[in-house]
């Protein structure tokens, strides 16, 4: 009877419990309180407090997709009050958050791996977001019968770098083969050489080039020329190359070999000094002509070497004073917020090639309203600045590239471009050409009376390392101007997701853009401090996520994009007609978060 009677007991608690806890849902609807939204988690933290708290007692915490937070089995024993039924299952689990700031108010606990529970007199939930920097996709789950509901945040860690300062931050990397250096630019180089040769007097008009070449060895190119008309010279030597200023690369003689002259011109004053020498009389006249003759052939070879030496180095410090990277280059042609300042950091030598370390540091923002200023001023009161992940890019050696030339970029450069596309518009701006307002509007026109008036960016893209063949991808902070909606204004609508991005090759159009998928996409409804669930069913009805794939995948019309062919034919026409053209490229990741793109060039 007393266990019957306890039974008895036990289930009108349970029932209850219940009953109280529908009462609160249709009394109060579930939603999470927070200090600012989609905002930066100064501490390393997220904090929240679900309301009504009873709600939130058996709410779920993910964080990027993992259960950090909850029941579903992931709840650890309270150590100070767990209690063990007969079967050995905890009485006392209580729902855990990870690493939340200890409190010694009777209602927290800490679990065998230094967690922690939520104070459940209050509904304060707190996770901790673990050290990686970018964005954190934050998603309060409260399972229901009908399905379950989501509120979703997100929290930007860092740590950040100063935006816009003056530390060269090498992400860019360019890597040239030494065959290609024999394919593509020694050809125009010896054409423009035999062209200047006829204008040197001692050579003449029928001035034949019979040797041009570059080698690489060690530190240094190798050179040797030779250039044949009314007299022959020929020289050879070695020149170092170093970063001689921001947008220099120094070249200086190293060593200079043997200088060979000869020619009708050396011929007479050989023989004219012999004959000078000859006029020794007696025994001595054939040493007499021998010694002019040597004499006269040392100063020649001296006089020549001297000339030499002097026109070389008075024509290298003019190449190393020539700017061989634009000071700003705007990386989207035609778009001057997309612009940045480009750097040397190094430079190195080797049989493989030659390869550079330069800087890209974006400029800073340059509103020409009012209006645009207080949006600049808005967007960077939001962003800490871009996400240091602390990548660098492989060493300068070995340089032996497998295409002709190879460009790479680090995560650290890409999240700072990022950055400041977002804070100057741009980013929003490239979306509105790609027209994406008017094709999620048409797409939501097709099942729904709801429509899309705007897009508004208030947080960059955050890319992290991702798997290897690609980058994980999380957007927060963006806000949706909805159209056709009824009854009670819900606020801003703010969108969040995670995916899965990587660059996406075009041979048939010679262009460069991003391919990728969403695996997560949520939104939340957000006023005054707090998130609710809301428009749940228009992500599900519309089939969203199939929707954006379709709009990411390889090839997709109307995703922004680099035309990679054109710009090597327009920017190598002074080195030769035509300028160079795109044969293959090749996209791979050496190392995570470092972004590789090879290219064969013809």
Same mark, same amino acid.
């Given at each position: 009877? &007393?266990?019957?009677?306890?039974?008895?007991?036990?289930?009108?608690?349970?029932?209850?419990?219940?009953?109280?806890?529908?009462?609160?849902?249709?009394?109060?609807?579930?939603?999470?309180?927070?200090?600012?939204?989609?905002?930066?988690?100064?501490?390393?933290?997220?904090?929240?407090?679900?309301?009504?708290?009873?709600?939130?007692?058996?709410?779920?915490?993910?964080?990027?997709?993992?259960?950090?937070?909850?029941?579903?089995?992931?709840?650890?024993?309270?150590?100070?009050?767990?209690?063990?039924?007969?079967?050995?299952? &905890?009485?006392?689990?209580?729902?855990?958050?990870?690493?939340?700031?200890?409190?010694?108010?009777?209602?927290?606990?800490?679990?065998?791996?230094?967690?922690?529970?939520?104070?459940?007199?209050?509904?304060?939930?707190?996770?901790?977001?673990?050290?990686?920097?970018?964005?954190?996709?934050?998603?309060?789950?409260?399972?229901?019968?009908?399905?379950?509901?989501?509120?979703?945040?997100?929290?930007?860690?860092?740590?950040?770098?100063?935006?816009?300062?003056?530390?060269?931050?090498?992400?860019?990397?360019?890597?040239?083969? &030494?065959?290609? @250096?024999?394919?593509?630019?020694?050809?125009?180089?010896?054409?423009?050489?035999?062209?200047?040769?006829?204008?040197?007097?001692?050579?003449?008009?029928?001035?034949?080039?019979?040797?041009?070449?570059?080698?690489?060895?060690?530190?240094?190119?190798?050179?040797?020329?030779?250039?044949?008309?009314?007299?022959?010279?020929?020289?050879?030597?070695?020149?170092?190359?170093?970063?001689?200023?921001?947008?220099?690369?120094?070249?200086?003689?190293?060593?200079?070999?043997?200088?060979?002259?000869?020619?009708?011109?050396?011929?007479?004053?050989?023989?004219?000094? &012999?004959?000078?020498?000859?006029?020794?009389?007696?025994?001595?006249?054939?040493?007499?002509?021998?010694?002019?003759?040597?004499?006269?052939?040392?100063? @020649?070879?001296?006089?020549?070497?001297?000339?030499?030496?002097?026109?070389?180095?008075?024509?290298?410090?003019?190449?190393?004073?020539?700017?061989? @990277?634009?000071?700003?280059?705007?990386?989207?042609?035609?778009?001057?917020?997309?612009?940045?300042?480009?750097?040397?950091?190094?430079?190195?030598?080797?049989?493989?090639?030659?390869?550079?370390?330069?800087?890209?540091?974006?400029?800073?923002?340059?509103?020409?309203?009012?209006?645009?200023?207080?949006?600049?001023?808005?967007?960077?009161?939001?962003?800490?600045?871009?996400?240091?992940?602390?990548?660098?890019?492989?060493?300068?050696?070995?340089?032996?590239?497998?295409?002709?030339?190879?460009?790479?970029?680090?995560?650290?450069?890409?999240?700072?471009?990022?950055?400041?596309?977002?804070?100057?518009?741009?980013?929003?701006?490239?979306?509105?050409?790609?027209?994406?307002?008017?094709?999620?509007?048409?797409?939501?026109?097709?099942?729904?009376?709801?429509?899309?008036?705007?897009?508004?960016?208030?947080?960059?893209?955050?890319?992290?390392?991702?798997?290897?063949?690609?980058?994980?991808?999380?957007?927060?902070?963006?806000?949706?101007?909805?159209?056709?909606?009824?009854?009670?204004?819900?606020?801003?609508?703010?969108?969040?997701?995670?995916?899965?991005?990587?660059?996406?090759?075009?041979?048939?159009?010679?262009?460069?853009?991003?391919?990728?998928?969403?695996?997560?996409?949520?939104?939340?409804?957000?006023?005054?401090?707090?998130?609710?669930?809301?428009?749940?069913?228009?992500?599900?009805?519309?089939?969203?996520?199939?929707?954006?794939?379709?709009?990411?995948?390889?090839?997709?019309?109307?995703?922004?994009?680099?035309?990679?062919?054109?710009?090597?034919?327009?920017?190598?026409?002074?080195?030769?007609?035509?300028?160079?053209?795109?044969?293959?490229?090749?996209?791979?990741?050496?190392?995570?978060?470092?972004?590789?793109?090879?290219?064969?060039?013809?």
């Amino acid at each position: 009877m &007393a266990g019957l009677a306890g039974l008895a007991l036990a289930g009108a608690l349970l029932a209850a419990g219940r009953g109280a806890l529908i009462e609160a849902a249709a009394a109060e609807p579930f939603r999470v309180e927070v200090a600012s939204p989609h905002a930066p988690a100064a501490d390393g933290r997220w904090s929240g407090r679900g309301v009504p708290p009873e709600l939130a007692a058996r709410a779920v915490v993910r964080v990027d997709g993992e259960v950090r937070a909850g029941p579903e089995g992931h709840a650890q024993k309270d150590m100070f009050a767990a209690r063990d039924d007969s079967r050995g299952h &905890a009485l006392a689990d209580m729902p855990r958050v990870a690493e939340a700031a200890g409190r010694d108010d009777g209602m927290s606990g800490s679990g065998p791996e230094g967690h922690v529970y939520e104070n459940m007199s209050d509904g304060t939930l707190s996770v901790a977001l673990g050290d990686a920097p970018g964005l954190r996709l934050i998603e309060v789950e409260l399972p229901r019968q009908g399905g379950a509901e989501v509120a979703t945040d997100a929290a930007l860690v860092g740590p950040f770098r100063a935006r816009y300062d003056d530390s060269p931050g090498c992400g860019a990397g360019v890597r040239v083969a &030494a065959r290609a @250096i024999d394919r593509l630019v020694l050809p125009p180089l010896r054409e423009k050489l035999l062209a200047a040769a006829p204008s040197i007097g001692l050579l003449g008009p029928g001035t034949t080039l019979e040797e041009a070449s570059v080698t690489l060895r060690g530190d240094a190119l190798w050179f040797r020329v030779a250039l044949a008309g009314e007299h022959r010279i020929a020289v050879s030597g070695a020149l170092e190359v170093r970063v001689a200023g921001p947008r220099q690369l120094g070249v200086r003689l190293a060593s200079l070999g043997p200088v060979e002259f000869t020619g009708t011109l050396r011929t007479r004053a050989t023989l004219g000094a &012999a004959g000078l020498g000859a006029l020794v009389t007696g025994p001595l006249a054939p040493l007499g002509a021998l010694a002019g003759y040597a004499l006269a052939d040392g100063y @020649i070879d001296r006089r020549a070497r001297q000339e030499v030496e002097t026109q070389l180095t008075a024509a290298l410090a003019v190449a190393s004073a020539i700017p061989l @990277i634009p000071e700003r280059a705007e990386l989207i042609v035609g778009e001057p917020r997309s612009r940045a300042t480009l750097a040397f950091c190094a430079v190195a030598i080797e049989s493989g090639g030659i390869a550079a370390h330069l800087s890209v540091r974006p400029d800073k923002p340059d509103p020409k309203t009012s209006q645009e200023a207080s949006r600049v001023r808005t967007r960077l009161a939001a962003i800490p600045g871009p996400a240091r992940h602390g990548l660098e890019l492989p060493p300068l050696r070995p340089v032996a590239p497998t295409a002709d030339a190879e460009v790479e970029l680090s995560l650290d450069t890409v999240d700072a471009l990022l950055d400041a596309w977002t804070a100057n518009g741009l980013l929003g701006d490239l979306m509105g050409r790609a027209q994406w307002v008017e094709r999620v509007d048409e797409a939501l026109g097709e099942w729904t009376t709801l429509g899309l008036a705007e897009i508004e960016v208030r947080l960059p893209p955050s890319l992290s390392p991702g798997t290897g063949d690609g980058w994980a991808l999380t957007v927060a902070g963006l806000r949706l101007g909805l159209t056709g909606r009824e009854g009670e204004d819900p606020g801003e609508v703010l969108v969040a997701g995670r995916g899965f991005v990587r660059p996406h090759w075009d041979a048939g159009r010679g262009r460069l853009a991003l391919a990728g998928t969403i695996d997560r996409l949520r939104l939340s409804c957000a006023r005054a401090g707090a998130l609710w669930p809301c428009f749940a069913a228009l992500l599900e009805m519309g089939d969203v996520e199939a929707r954006l794939d379709a709009l990411l995948a390889p090839g997709a019309a109307g995703l922004p994009g680099i035309q990679v062919r054109a710009l090597l034919r327009d920017g190598t026409r002074a080195l030769r007609d035509g300028g160079l053209e795109l044969a293959d490229l090749a996209i791979s990741y050496p190392q995570p978060g470092v972004l590789r793109v090879a290219a064969e060039v013809r």
